[in-house]
Structure formats: C-alpha cells, structure tokens
C-alpha cells in the first residue's frame, strides 16, 4: 500500500501519525480513502469544491503532483510514497 506522510499540524487528524498506509491506484484514490477514514482532515486538505488548499502540496515520491502530466490521476504503486507539505505563513 503507499504511504502518506502527514505533517505535524495535521496529525492530530490523523491519530498522532506520522504515516499512513492507505489503500488506491491512483493518487485522488488514495487521498479519497485517506478522508473516508479521517474526515476530520479533509478540511484541513481540501476547498468546498475538493481541490486542495492553496497552502497544500502533494508529492509522489520527489515529484509534485501539479507537475505531473495526469496530476491526481496518476497510478501509485505499492511502495510509493506521498508527502503532503503543508507551507506556514506568519509573522
């Protein structure tokens, strides 16, 4: 299963975890089944129109996922990891 890593301000959504394994093939699969299973994350991941926050970036492996040519939409394998960097702001 590929794993998310989660960032410290969002882990308490998550149980305290620091990684997830979750379940897709693809990466909208995966982050789907990441807020069926901890919906109180999805707020804090997606708009009202589920695209992510401006302050969101997902990447496969080194990769960030807007620079993908099929963006959410692009296969994961088994042992892929996705980070999710949540950028601060603040002064």
């Known amino acids: ?5 989660i960032p410290s301000p969002l882990q308490p959504y ?11 093939s693809t990466i909208e ?3 789907s089944n990441l807020t069926t299973k901890y919906p109180g994350i999805r707020p804090h991941l997606f708009d009202p129109e589920r695209k992510f926050r401006s302050f969101i ?5 080194d990769v960030n996922v807007k620079d993908l ?3 959410m939409k692009s296969r994961v394998a088994e042992d892929d990891e996705l980070t999710v960097i949540a950028s ?3 002064g």
């Open 88 to 90: 601060m702001a603040g």
């Open 69 to 71: 040519k099929n963006g």
């Open 29 to 31: 699969e995966v982050f």
């Open 14 to 24: 998550v149980e305290s975890q620091r990684s997830l394994m979750i379940e897709g």
């Open 57 to 61: 970036s997902i990447f496969l492996r």
């Open 1 to 5: 299963m590929p794993i998310i890593k």
